[in-house]
């Protein structure tokens, strides 16, 4: 199985609006499994197929805490049918904007129905982390990333130093040395 190139930010890819699948089929399972090697590969907890290119409504995540241990979760179509009143802050960060962080506000219980690898419909009560990243890799199939949730001043700075590391990265290809893939720092808060 081959690992998938992952888009950073900013990508017009990366604010799309993802389209429902129609059946979980071969390609769609293929789709999860090759998501799912390229999350743990990277390494990250969560990924969304408009990630690595795909416009499909594709999220695969693993959470591996004290409190929480999901195992591998594959999903087409999630959408959240309940949320909570009660909020939570996480300190976020996303494979797609690499190496950047920010607290954002969400609700901190949600439900979350969805179709299996199988293509079976599933619902699930998520909390604490896995109600953050849920919600986080719901937002990547309608072209929402987290730092579309913080300040419009905080977000173009770091939409800048991306781009900056994006070039710098491009000269230092051009120059022979191998372009490095993205350090992620902490895989627990890249979701
Ligand atoms: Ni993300």
Do not use: W
Not at 137 to 153: K, M, R, Y
């Amino acid at each position: 199985m081959a690992l998938l190139p992952i888009l950073t930010a900013p990508d017009p890819r990366l604010k799309k609006k993802s389209k429902p699948v129609e059946t979980v089929d071969a390609d769609v399972r293929r789709l999860m499994d090759e998501m799912l090697e390229t999350m743990y590969a990277a390494p990250g907890i969560g990924l969304a197929a408009p990630q690595v290119g795909v416009l499909k409504r594709v999220i695969v995540l693993d959470i591996d805490r004290e409190e929480v241990k999901t195992g591998p979760l594959l999903m087409a179509n999630p959408e959240i049918v309940e949320a909570s009143d009660e909020d939570v802050s996480y300190e976020e960060g996303c494979l797609s904007v690499p190496e950047h962080y920010s607290e954002v506000v969400r609700p901190a219980k949600v439900k979350v129905r969805y179709l299996d690898r199988d293509g079976v419909a599933q619902e699930m009560a998520c909390e604490g982390l896995l109600a953050t990243c849920v919600q986080h890799e719901i937002d990547h199939l309608d072209g929402i990333l987290f730092i579309d949730h913080i300040s419009a001043l905080k977000r173009n700075m770091i939409l800048r130093k991306l781009l900056k590391a994006r070039k710098e990265k491009e000269r230092e290809g051009a120059e022979g040395k191998p372009a490095s893939i993205h350090e992620a720092t902490d895989p627990a808060h890249t979701l």
